[in-house]
């Protein structure tokens, strides 16, 4: 976890509370402004006109503490605090059937991850936010090798929140972990060696390459 | 032709009529019973062949009386429509063989309603007169247009270029009414993302230019005497001149004013300067010339500014329009967009509890005011304040449920537009209001100015008839009619302009305006039997009857639109038409068989408008909705033409139920002659009373409302009647 070789990592290390109180400093009271100018899709929200469709069509839109109609609403509202340390958008599934419904075909989905990721990049995110945990590990596990490595994941995800709560989450998902090897969706090698994709070390380059650009980019916060 | 009426009976045996029913047996009826002189039969009535013989029987052998037991009325009206004759229609097609079954049990029944048609449509022909066209009838190609704003001149220039000569009253010094002060409009061409330039001035410009336009600043109309093709207008001018002209048509564009909230607390005007209307910023802005607009308390420049919609209006709350302006939102978005366009960086909020954006570009407007970065808030205004050197506005947010507040510079208030409709003619102490208070001062026995529909306005029908006052060959355009906003107005003062345009060429023809378009009868009235009940006068829907010294009614034949309502409400029944009267349906009810109590045959009787219902009831036939075969139906004019003597005698003659047809009545009206079916429900209402005089179950006499789309009810409610009236048995009086 200390390799700062990933990405990730250097997003993490740049999202220190300097980046955020810049960003305070810079849009004084114009949150909407922020969000137009430094989120991936962020200059949508301006064009939100508030019917409810997307809230109405979220599937999962009994968890979300305030789903995208009532983000949107409170980006206008200047409620920056309460927006960026939510864990709403973290809670989208990528279903896009917001986006599909949207009459003002605003790409709700992505402007929920570009949410998420500009309150990752700038320390605010809920740090126990369960999808944002497993999104790290995810890209953990993936960016070593090229490849998922389903044992070393399940594990980690397993014993996330301790070693009891492991053992029991490993014990329920038993028949689902047999299944799989059975039918060679997972190797249980993987636990002591996992060969990764073909072309291995094209992808750290590539990751290399993708860290650099963003690290310039992330010099502007 | 012979002064003699010769009726002419033709029975059609196409459409399936000639296997349906049998027509020789028909031809008798029409011979013996309906008295016809001539009863032919043709296989096919309105091809060629088919209407050359009865034109050869009008042209050779001096038939003067057509009846034609074929279709509905309302089918080959051009086949049948013969000149200088009247016609009759007996309708055995959508009448009868398409509303029964095809079966031998039914055969004898679905004659006998044919047979009644036959007979009726004989006995209608007899009491027909082809109507003469009305001789007072004049031409006059002027139009009287009053109100020089966006609809007026619109209204004036269109006039004009279609070869009329128009005159423009306008109360104020200039022409352009309140669109001359506005700085821009809301867009009304593609792509509808920046405000435009009015067109006011060049607008003007044209209109002062037109040789056809006479203009008339700072007068008003001391009164307006007439009818359609002949109205006598005093037009007084401020100076105390008056002049007297005559006109064809009228058209009141006399546009709105901004309502007044400064007497609403919590929208704060006038308690300080940086709190003001739309209209108000109109001008800030014009007189900036499009520059960033400087506050008016201290004339710093503005740099956040909160929009409050719907302010005064949209709430049934005392001293708020209970309605919709429909331009407000709109012109919000335009005047954010005069602070956007000038500095991007100026705060920009309109907060709204629903935005509106009525008109082709609405909705691509409301868009580019968002790409501009204007905030749309959602949220529901309860207080207005100066507040340490600004304006504080507390709201509630409706989208996140919450209490809040918002600190700007400037409040700009959406308050609604009122009409200036003149006076309310069904206010009782209208009579007693001064001349200036009037627009029109028509001399009508109904009141001095257009009748209001709701809010004040002088709406008609808002789909069906838009531009229809009640009072014929005078026309309402613009905000007068109902709230609206420049490109809308430019719209509504063309269509109304056409229809002041038709009302001038029928007016000259003699003809009837809408809906009886081109029709020449017109009322009369036998002054020997009248009582000077006024009934007549107080109940025209369209103020066409005025009054003599003796209190006799005196008919504007032009005002009129043939609907027949003074003929229902007549006591006496000595008002008529040509073509249609108390005897030419009264004698279609004698001229029903009903058969004996023990036949259980029962009779109904069904007066339906040829508006709705009875295209409702052809439609029904259309789709064969089968209805009992003991029905009758006659259609009539309007349900207000409806003479209470009609279901009296009917009643007395034995019939077991009557049915009336009518069209929606009430504010949200449907009624082609807009109170007809009001009064007939009200006259009808009082039925119940002749009833029980009668010892008649009140179920006999039923009224109803019918959409032209009640296809599928209108067979229903037939079949209901016939089984009410097997419920409670056949009526006591035949005989």
Same mark, same amino acid.
């Given at each position: 976890m200390?390799?700062?070789?990933?990405?990730?990592?250097?997003?993490?290390?740049?999202?220190?509370?300097?980046?955020?109180t810049?960003?305070?400093?810079r849009?004084?009271?114009?949150?909407?402004?922020?969000?137009?100018?430094?989120?991936?899709?962020?200059?949508w929200?301006?064009?939100?006109?508030?019917?409810g469709?997307?809230?109405?069509?979220?599937?999962?839109?009994?968890?979300?503490a305030?789903? &995208?109609?009532?983000?949107?609403?409170?980006?206008?509202?200047?409620? !920056?605090?309460?927006?960026?340390?939510?864990?709403?958008?973290?809670?989208?599934?990528?279903?896009?059937?917001?986006?599909?419904?949207? &009459?003002?075909?605003? &790409?709700i989905?992505?402007?929920?991850?570009?949410?998420? !990721?500009?309150?990752? !990049?700038?320390?605010?995110?809920?740090?126990?936010?369960p999808t944002?945990?497993?999104?790290?590990?995810?890209?953990?596990?993936?960016?070593?090798?090229?490849?998922?490595?389903?044992?070393?994941?399940?594990?980690?995800?397993?014993?996330?929140?301790?070693?009891?709560?492991?053992?029991?989450?490993?014990?329920?998902?038993?028949?689902?972990?047999?299944?799989?090897?059975?039918?060679?969706?997972?190797? &249980?090698?993987g636990?002591?060696?996992?060969?990764?994709?073909?072309?291995?070390?094209?992808?750290?380059?590539?990751?290399?390459?993708?860290?650099?650009?963003?690290?310039? !980019?992330?010099?502007?916060y | 032709?012979?002064?003699e009426?010769k #009726?002419?009976?033709?029975?059609?045996?196409?459409?399936?009529?000639g296997?349906?029913?049998?027509?020789?047996?028909?031809?008798?009826?029409?011979?013996?019973?309906?008295?016809?002189?001539?009863?032919?039969?043709?296989? *096919?009535?309105?091809?060629?062949?088919?209407?050359a013989?009865?034109q050869?029987?009008?042209?050779?052998? +001096?038939?003067?009386?057509?009846?034609?037991?074929?279709?509905?009325?309302?089918a080959k009206?051009?086949? @049948?429509?013969?000149?200088?004759?009247?016609?009759?229609?007996?309708?055995?097609?959508?009448?009868?063989?398409?509303?029964?079954?095809?079966?031998?049990?039914?055969?004898?029944?679905?004659?006998?309603?044919?047979?009644?048609?036959?007979?009726?449509?004989c006995?209608?022909?007899?009491?027909?007169?082809?109507p003469?066209?009305?001789k007072?009838?004049?031409?006059?190609?002027?139009?009287?247009?009053?109100?020089g704003?966006?609809? +007026?001149?619109?209204?004036?220039?269109?006039?004009?270029?279609?070869?009329?000569?128009?005159?423009?009253?306008?109360?104020?010094?200039?022409?352009?009414?309140?669109?001359?002060?506005?700085?821009?409009?809301?867009?009304?061409?593609?792509p509808?993302?920046?405000?435009?330039?009015?067109?006011?001035?060049?607008?003007?410009?044209?209109?002062?230019?037109?040789?056809?336009?006479?203009v008339?600043?700072?007068?008003? #109309?001391?009164e307006?005497?007439?009818?359609?093709g002949? *109205?006598?207008?005093?037009?007084?001018?401020?100076s105390?001149?008056?002049?007297?002209?005559?006109?064809?048509?009228?058209?009141?564009a006399? +546009?709105?004013?901004?309502?007044?909230?400064?007497?609403?607390?919590?929208?704060?005007?006038?308690?300080?300067?940086?709190? #003001?209307?739309? *209209?108000?910023?109109?001008?800030?802005?014009?007189?900036?010339?499009?520059?960033?607009?400087?506050?008016?308390?201290?004339g710093?420049?503005?740099?956040?500014v909160?929009?409050v919609?719907?302010?005064?209006?949209?709430?049934?709350?005392?001293?708020?329009?209970s309605?919709?302006?429909g331009?407000?939102?709109?012109?919000?978005?335009?005047q954010?967009?005069?602070?956007?366009?000038?500095?991007?960086?100026?705060?920009?909020?309109?907060?709204?509890?629903?935005?509106?954006?009525?008109?082709?570009?609405?909705?691509?407007?409301?868009?580019?005011?968002?790409?501009?970065?204007?905030?749309?808030?959602?949220g529901?205004?309860?207080?207005v304040?100066?507040?340490? +050197?600004?304006?504080?506005?507390?709201?509630?947010?409706?989208?996140?449920?919450?209490?809040?507040?918002?600190?700007?510079?400037?409040?700009?208030?959406a308050?609604?537009?009122?009409?200036?409709?003149?006076?309310?003619i069904?206010?009782?102490t209208s009579?007693?209001?001064?001349?200036?208070?009037s627009?029109?001062?028509?001399?009508?026995?109904?009141?001095?100015?257009?009748?209001?529909?709701?809010?004040?306005?002088?709406?008609?029908?808002?789909?069906?008839?838009?531009?229809?006052?009640?009072?014929?060959?005078?026309?309402?355009?613009g905000p007068?009619?109902?709230?609206?906003?420049?490109?809308?107005?430019?719209?509504?003062?063309?269509g109304?302009?056409?229809?002041?345009?038709?009302?001038?060429?029928?007016?000259?023809?003699?003809?009837?305006?809408?809906?009886?378009?081109?029709d020449?009868?017109?009322?009369?009235?036998?002054?020997?039997?009248?009582?000077?009940?006024?009934?007549?006068t107080?109940?025209?829907?369209?103020?066409?009857?005025?009054e003599?010294?003796?209190?006799?009614?005196?008919?504007?034949?032009?005002?009129?639109?043939?609907?027949?309502?003074?003929?229902?409400?007549?006591p006496?029944?000595?008002?008529?038409?040509?073509?249609y009267?108390?005897?030419?349906?009264?004698q279609?009810?004698?001229?029903?068989?009903i058969?004996?109590?023990?036949?259980?045959?029962?009779r109904?009787?069904?007066?339906?408008?040829?508006?709705?219902?009875?295209?409702?009831?052809?439609m029904?036939?259309?789709?064969?909705?089968e209805?009992?075969?003991?029905?009758?139906?006659?259609?009539?004019?309007?349900?207000?033409s409806?003479?209470?003597?009609?279901?009296t005698?009917?009643?007395?003659?034995?019939?077991?139920?009557?049915?009336m047809?009518?069209?929606?009545k009430?504010?949200?009206y449907?009624c082609? *002659?807009?109170k007809?079916?009001?009064?007939?429900?009200?006259?009808?209402s009082?039925?119940?009373?002749?009833?029980?005089?009668?010892?008649l179950?009140?179920?006999?006499?039923?009224?109803?409302?019918?959409? #032209?789309?009640?296809?599928?009810?209108?067979?229903?409610?037939?079949?209901?009647?016939?089984?009410?009236?097997?419920?409670?048995?056949?009526?006591?009086?035949? @005989?």
């Open positions: 200390n390799d700062t070789s990933k990405p990730i990592d250097a997003i993490r290390k740049m999202s220190m509370s300097a980046g955020n810049a960003m305070i400093e849009y004084r009271n114009h949150f909407l402004k922020e969000v137009t100018d430094n989120v991936e899709e962020g200059e929200v301006n064009m939100c006109m508030q019917c469709v997307c809230a109405g069509s979220c599937p999962l839109g009994n968890a979300w305030h789903p &995208p109609q009532e983000i949107f609403m409170m980006i206008r509202a200047g409620k !920056r605090e309460e927006v960026l340390t939510s864990d709403s958008m973290w809670m989208c599934t990528s279903c896009y059937n917001c986006i599909v419904r949207c &009459p003002r075909k605003l &790409p989905t992505h402007i929920m991850h570009g949410l998420a !990721r500009y309150a990752e !990049r700038l320390g605010l995110a809920p740090k126990n936010q944002r945990k497993f999104a790290m590990m995810f890209w953990d596990n993936i960016t070593k090798t090229g490849r998922a490595n389903e044992v070393t994941l399940g594990i980690r995800l397993y014993f996330m929140h301790g070693f009891v709560n492991g053992i029991k989450t490993a014990l329920k998902m038993l028949p689902v972990g047999l299944s799989m090897i059975k039918t060679k969706r997972m190797s &249980p090698l636990l002591v060696a996992h060969s990764g994709c073909k072309g291995k070390n094209d992808i750290t380059k590539l990751l290399k390459k993708a860290r650099e650009i963003e690290e310039a !980019r992330m010099k502007k | 032709m012979a002064d009426k #009726i002419g009976a033709y029975l059609c045996k196409g459409c399936g009529l296997d349906r029913l049998d027509i020789s047996a028909l031809k008798v009826v029409a011979e013996r019973e309906g008295k016809a002189a001539i009863v032919r039969e043709h296989d *096919f009535l309105c091809d060629a062949s088919g209407v013989m009865i050869a029987d009008i042209d050779t052998q +001096g038939v003067n009386r057509v009846a034609i037991a074929a279709c509905s009325r309302r009206t051009e086949a @049948f429509g013969f000149a200088n004759v009247a016609v009759s229609r007996a309708n055995l097609r959508e009448g009868v063989i398409w509303v029964r079954p095809d079966t031998d049990e039914n055969r004898e029944t679905t004659q006998e309603m044919a047979t009644d048609y036959v007979r009726m449509a006995v209608e022909a007899k009491f027909m007169n082809p003469d066209a009305n007072a009838a004049t031409y006059n190609r002027q139009l009287l247009v009053v109100g704003g966006v609809s +007026g001149l619109t209204s004036a220039i269109e006039a004009a270029r279609a070869g009329y000569n128009v005159t423009i009253v306008e109360k104020g010094a200039e022409l352009g009414g309140i669109a001359a002060q506005l700085y821009r409009q809301v867009p009304e061409h593609s509808y993302s920046d405000p435009q330039d009015t067109g006011v001035a060049e607008l003007i410009n044209a209109v002062s230019n037109h040789k056809n336009i006479t008339h600043t700072r007068s008003s #109309i001391a307006t005497d007439g009818a359609p002949r *109205f006598v207008v005093q037009i007084a001018a401020e105390g001149t008056s002049e007297t002209k005559t006109f064809g048509a009228i058209l009141q006399t +546009g709105f004013t901004a309502h007044d909230i400064s007497h609403l607390p919590v929208y704060g005007y006038k308690t300080s300067p940086d709190i #003001i209307t739309q *209209f108000e910023l109109e001008q800030l802005t014009k007189a900036a010339g499009g520059d960033i607009i400087k506050r008016p308390s201290d710093k420049q503005v740099a956040s909160a929009f919609q719907c302010a005064g209006q949209r709430s049934e709350q005392e001293g708020h329009l309605y919709c302006s331009h407000c939102c709109s012109t919000s978005i335009k954010a967009m005069y602070f956007k366009n000038a500095n991007p960086a100026i705060d920009t909020n309109i907060i709204y509890t629903d935005l509106r954006t009525p008109g082709a570009g609405g909705e691509d407007f409301y868009r580019s005011g968002q790409h501009k970065g204007v905030t749309f808030t959602k529901q205004v309860t207080s304040k100066a507040e340490g +050197g600004g304006v504080s506005v507390k709201f509630k947010d409706l989208i996140l449920n919450e209490d809040t507040e918002e600190k700007v510079d400037l409040v700009v208030l308050n609604g537009m009122v009409p200036n409709s003149g006076l309310n069904d206010d009782p009579a007693e209001k001064p001349k200036s208070a627009i029109l001062n028509l001399t009508y026995r109904q009141g001095r100015d257009l009748p209001q529909l709701k809010y004040g306005f002088n709406d008609s029908h808002f789909i069906c008839f838009p531009y229809e006052t009640r009072r014929t060959g005078i026309y309402a355009a007068v009619r109902r709230p609206m906003d420049i490109a809308q107005t430019k719209e509504d003062a063309t109304a302009t056409l229809k002041a345009i038709q009302a001038i060429e029928n007016a000259a023809l003699g003809r009837a305006a809408h809906p009886r378009s081109g020449l009868s017109f009322p009369s009235f036998k002054k020997e039997g009248c009582t000077q009940c006024k009934r007549c107080v109940e025209c829907p369209f103020g066409a009857i005025d003599d010294a003796q209190r006799f009614p005196v008919f504007n034949e032009s005002r009129c639109r043939r609907c027949g309502t003074c003929m229902g409400a007549c006496v029944r000595v008002i008529s038409f040509e073509n009267s108390v005897d030419s349906v009264g279609q009810i004698k001229n029903i068989d058969p004996e109590e023990f036949d259980e045959k029962p109904i009787l069904m007066l339906a408008c040829e508006n709705d219902a009875y295209p409702a009831l052809d029904a036939a259309m789709n064969r909705q209805y009992s075969a003991f029905v009758r139906v006659i259609p009539v004019r309007c349900l207000g409806v003479n209470l003597i009609w279901i005698d009917a009643l007395n003659s034995g019939f077991d139920g009557v049915m047809m009518g069209c929606k009430g504010d949200n449907q082609h *002659f807009v007809g079916s009001e009064l007939a429900h009200m006259r009808m009082k039925v119940d009373d002749t009833l029980k005089t009668l010892s179950e009140t179920e006999r006499v039923v009224t109803h409302e019918i959409a #032209i789309t009640d296809i599928h009810r209108l067979p229903q409610l037939i079949n209901e009647m016939a089984s009410t009236i097997l419920r409670i048995g056949m009526s006591p009086l035949k @005989f």
